[in-house]
């Protein structure tokens, strides 16, 4: 779960995510990332608040 707008979690390192992840399922509260990004790496995502999901 994404809850911070900091720089070091704008561009992360998709593939260490998914190394580190039992679920791959993000849920992003500051909406920053692309959800067709996200989809190519096999990443859940869940936008939550801007009616996009």
């Not at 998914?18 to 849920?27: E, G, P, S």
């Not at 869940?46 to 996009?52: H, L, Q, S």
């Amino acid at each position: 779960m994404l809850l911070t707008e900091w720089k070091e979690f704008r561009k992360p390192d998709f593939d260490k995510i998914k190394n580190a992840l039992k679920q791959l399922v993000i849920f992003d509260g500051r909406n920053q990332y692309d959800k067709n990004t996200l989809k190519e790496n096999g990443i859940e995502y869940y936008p939550i608040g801007n009616g996009k999901a």
